[in-house]
């Protein structure tokens, strides 16, 4: 098993460009979740996905949209990049939601100039 | 809305000694606690985790406590090795929606 993967590893962006970063998992997992991180500032939820056609949104979904239209893939958009989106992005899955472990991808480096 | 404090937000110890990390929670409901261990350029890692029915869960060098009255818990981590040098974050959930919310992370560093 792959477990969660993200596609691309790494990117630069400049203000106003658009982009999708992918998210997959091999672990037949019903709930999907995206997370930004920043220094000194834990893991933000953005968006999330309790199964398969459903979103909902996190603490900082500002900017950000998000599609479940497969069960094992979670697409995270921006669709005008600012410099405030400047961060690392992991997506994670879990099988039951809130009372069951999370497993994280190796995450997203995404640089807006 | 909910949140999660975490301190100490860095932690510096010798090899071998003990690291305590706590953090406090605002949800009364909130009924399961995790914490991750994030190494250097990769996603966090779930290393211990423990649920409202039960006060302390150990595994090996690890342990969590919880005190749900207090509304907080802590991860103590003994014997400590340099290979345990990270960041570490505690969470909790929400009950409403499958979601968790995180502490601000302690950078862990073990001397050698």
């Known amino acids: 098993n792959a477990g969660v993967t993200q596609t691309p590893k790494f990117r630069v962006l400049k203000t106003g460009q658009s982009m999708t970063l992918l998210c997959a998992q091999d672990m037949n997992h019903e709930y999907m979740y995206w997370y930004r991180q920043d220094p000194g500032m834990g893991l933000r939820l953005i968006h999330y996905s309790v199964g398969e056609g459903t979103t909902a949104k996190g603490e900082v979904p500002d900017g950000y949209n998000v599609s479940r239209l497969k069960k094992q893939n979670f697409l995270l958009g921006l669709e005008s990049a600012a410099p405030s989106q400047t961060s690392v992005y992991f997506c994670?899955?879990?099988?039951?939601?809130?009372?069951?472990?999370?497993?994280f991808g190796p995450g997203t480096r995404l640089l807006v100039l | 809305g909910e949140n999660v404090e975490q301190h100490p937000s860095t932690l510096s110890v010798q090899e071998g000694d003990s690291a305590v990390i706590k953090c406090t929670y605002s949800d009364s409901a909130s009924n399961y606690f995790p914490w991750y261990k994030q190494e250097l350029g990769k996603g966090p890692q779930l290393i211990i985790d423990i649920r409202s029915n039960v006060g302390e869960k150990k595994d090996q060098r690890i342990a969590v406590t919880l005190n749900k009255t207090a509304k907080h818990f802590s991860l103590h981590i003994t014997e400590t090795q340099p290979e345990d040098s990270a960041v570490y974050f505690c969470a909790a959930n929400v009950n409403q929606g499958g979601k968790l919310i995180f502490g601000q992370g302690t950078e862990l560093s073990v001397k050698p």
């Open positions: 994670a899955s879990s099988s039951q939601g809130s009372r069951e472990t999370q497993y």
